[in-house]
């Protein structure tokens, strides 16, 4: 079992940056490709970014290919999303998740955070 926990959302400015994180239980953190998903009020949970267990594979969304940066910290147990040049509809609840594969669907994840919200004005 491993238990996930967000931080760092909040509200930020049209073109501004934040930086999410996600802090994981136990030594098993470097065992499992992670993931960034959102999910707007009304719309679908979407891939954001993955992550490999040595960090070395970092598949993006569309979306979020040139803007965003998927990172891990294993001594720390920690995930971590920077989301440079934000925009309005980057607004959503952002999950992270650990999975069996670097994997941009959320049926590969079998563990999720409770969820940070990010809302970017105009």
């Known amino acids: 079992q491993v238990q996930l926990g967000e931080s760092g959302g909040g509200l930020v400015q049209t073109g501004g940056s934040l930086r999410l994180s996600c802090a994981a239980s136990?030594?098993?953190?470097?065992?499992?490709?992670m993931g960034w998903f959102r999910q707007a009020p009304g719309k679908e949970r979407e891939f954001v970014a993955a992550?490999?267990?040595?960090?070395?594979?970092?598949p993006y969304a569309d979306s979020a290919k040139g803007r965003f940066i998927i990172s891990r910290d294993n001594a720390k147990n920690t995930l971590y999303l920077q989301m440079n040049s934000v925009k309005p509809e980057d607004t959503a609840v952002y999950y992270c998740?650990?999975?069996?594969?670097?994997?941009?669907?959320?049926?590969?994840?079998?563990?999720w955070g409770q969820g940070t919200q990010v809302t970017v004005s105009s």
């Open positions: 992550i490999s267990r040595n960090g070395a594979l970092t």
């Open positions: 998740a650990a999975g069996g594969f670097t994997s941009s669907q959320s049926s590969d994840y079998a563990y």
């Open positions: 136990g030594r098993a953190f470097s065992s499992y490709p």
